[in-house]
């Protein structure tokens, strides 16, 4: 069964761009993901499907600075030229039949 | 894009049955799987349960199998998740959302407590 592993926690400065993480578990590396914002006391939001060739769609109305990559297992969400509302947590999301499967979140501090 | 809204939460006690209801609205809601996934307080997103556009097909979590069911209903454009047996483990917001590529369309949620 596939399992996604974040990072609890990332932090990065007002202005410069972070990269959030998100790994498949062993024989899962080929599986498309979904990448999730959830502010604090907020339902989620979808900001994008990221295939396992890095090829990305975005929801609407989520801003350039969101964009996605993959290598092998690990799927990853840049954020550039970070802004204070874009503290929040950051979920990973994939699915196969039968399941669906959430990571653990990462809770990104702005500074 | 679509906008869904639940109802239907509220407090129940241990051993207990409470509906959920998701209503649907802005897409062709018979074209999609449809799931509920809930937060525990403090806690990560976990999925519950998801069915197929026609209700053929659902799935579960383990730890609500035999005791939720999720149904749909298209002519109403409306998703429910009926919860029975409830445990204070089940105390979450629970949200139904659209798939496609991941859940592209949330909605803000219900809250369930279960205490006495």
């Known amino acids: 069964q596939v399992v996604l592993t974040q990072s609890p926690s990332a932090s990065a400065s007002l202005g410069a761009s972070v990269k959030l993480t998100c790994t498949l578990s062993?024989?899962?590396?080929?599986?498309?993901i979904a990448w999730h914002q959830q502010k604090p006391e907020k339902g989620p939001r979808y900001l994008m499907k990221?295939?396992?060739?890095?090829?990305?769609y975005k929801g609407d109305g989520i801003p350039g600075r969101f964009s996605g990559s993959s290598s092998g297992a690990e799927r990853y969400l840049i954020i550039s030229s970070l802004q204070s509302e874009d503290e929040a947590d950051y979920y990973c999301q994939t699915w196969d039949t039968g399941i669906r499967v959430f990571g653990g979140g990462t809770k990104l501090t702005v500074l | 894009e679509g906008q869904l809204v639940e109802s239907g939460g509220g407090l129940v006690q241990p051993g207990g049955s409470l509906r959920l209801s998701c209503a649907a609205s802005?897409?062709?809601?018979?074209?999609?799987?449809m799931s509920w996934v809930r937060q525990a307080p403090g806690r990560g997103l976990e999925w519950v349960a998801t069915i197929k556009e026609d209700g053929s097909e659902k799935y579960y979590v383990d730890s609500v199998k035999g005791r939720f069911a999720i149904s749909r209903d298209n002519a109403k454009n409306s998703l429910y998740l009926q919860m029975n047996t409830v445990t204070a483990e089940d105390t979450a917001v629970f949200y139904c959302?659209?798939?496609?590529?991941?859940?592209?369309?949330w909605g803000q949620g219900t809250l369930v407590i279960v205490s006495s």
């Open positions: 062993s024989g899962h590396s080929s599986y498309d």
């Open positions: 990221l295939n396992s060739d890095g090829s990305h």
């Open positions: 802005g897409f062709t809601f018979n074209k999609y799987w």
């Open positions: 959302a659209r798939e496609g590529g991941g859940y592209q369309v």
